[in-house]
C-alpha cells in the first residue's frame, strides 16, 4: 500500500491464560511519528516486539514496508533499525570506532566515510576520537541512534528512548527524532510515560492507556491522527 510503513490488522498475542493483544489495529503512514502510549503491562513492547520479527503473533497480519512479519521476516529485518531501552554502545571504543564496526557488520562500502557523515548529522564530530565512556547520557543516546541508522533503513523502532536522561538529553533526543522523520525516516516510538519535552515533535497517532479508541472490539488499539 502506497504511503503506508506499516498496517496492522486484528493482532492477538496470549501468554499461557493471559491475553496480552486482543484485536489490536493502526496503519503508520511513512516518513510519519507514531507514537504507542499505555500503562505498564498494556502490550507496548509485545508489540514492538512482534513487528521486529522477535515474536510471533498468535492471530492477525502486521505489515512493514509492505513485508508480512510472519511469512517475510528477512525482509522485514532489512527494512527495519531497533533501537532499544538503554543504549547499546561499546564504551571501549570510540565514537567513530563503534559507527565504523556496524558499517562493517552490514557490509557497507567506505565505513569510516559512512561513520564520520552520521557523528556530522548528529553533532559528535568534536567527540568522534572520544571513548564513549565519556560521553554524557544524550551523546550516549545520540550515537546510538546513528548506530541504528547505519545502512539508512526505511523505519526506525525506539523503544523508552529517554529513558535515563536528564531534560536536556531528552530534548536532544525529541530533536533527533524530529529530524529523522522530516528526512522521510518512519519513526515508532514506545515511549516511557507521557511524552515529555515532545511539544515541538508532530506525533500523528496514539494509544491511550486503558481505554478502547477506535470502534473495534481491541484492548489496545490506536487513534485517530491529532488534529
Do not use: C
Not at 562500502?109 to 548529522?121: I, S
Not at 526505511?154 to 538529553?169: C, K, M, R
Not at 528526512?183 to 497517532?205: D, E, H, Y
Request: proline share 5%; glycine share 10%; charged share 20%.
Amino acid at each position: 500500500m502506497q504511503n503506508v510503513a506499516i498496517q496492522v490488522k486484528d493482532l492477538q498475542k496470549s501468554y499461557k491464560k493471559l491475553n496480552v493483544l486482543q484485536g489490536v489495529n493502526f496503519t503508520v503512514e511513512q516518513g510519519s511519528i507514531f507514537a504507542l502510549l499505555g500503562s505498564n503491562g498494556a502490550g507496548k513492547t509485545t508489540i514492538v516486539k512482534i513487528l521486529a520479527t522477535l515474536l510471533k503473533q498468535d492471530g492477525g497480519t502486521a505489515i512493514v514496508n509492505g513485508f508480512d512479519v510472519a511469512s517475510q521476516p528477512d525482509y522485514v529485518r532489512q527494512s527495519l533499525s531497533l533501537t532499544g531501552q538503554f543504549a547499546a554502545v561499546d564504551e571501549i571504543l570510540t565514537g567513530q570506532e563503534n559507527l565504523i564496526m556496524i558499517a562493517r557488520l552490514r557490509h557497507l562500502k567506505h565505513p569510516r566515510q559512512v561513520a564520520d557523515e552520521l557523528l556530522t548529522r548528529f553533532g559528535l564530530t568534536d567527540a568522534a576520537n572520544r571513548r564513549v565512556s565519556t560521553y554524557s547520557g544524550g551523546m550516549r543516546r545520540r550515537l546510538d541512534l546513528a548506530m541504528s541508522l547505519v545502512g539508512t533503513p526505511p523505519i526506525l523502532f525506539l523503544d523508552e528512548p529517554t529513558t535515563g536522561l536528564d531534560p536536556e538529553g531528552r530534548l536532544e533526543v525529541w530533536k533527533v527524532v524530529k529530524e529523522l522523520a522530516d528526512s522521510g525516516t518512519t519513526v515508532f516510538l514506545n515511549p516511557q510515560g507521557v511524552v515529555n519535552g515532545a511539544n515541538s515533535v508532530p506525533i500523528t497517532s496514539q494509544v491511550a492507556p486503558g481505554e478502547i479508541i477506535t470502534t473495534n472490539a481491541g484492548r489496545f488499539s490506536a487513534s485517530e491522527p491529532r488534529p
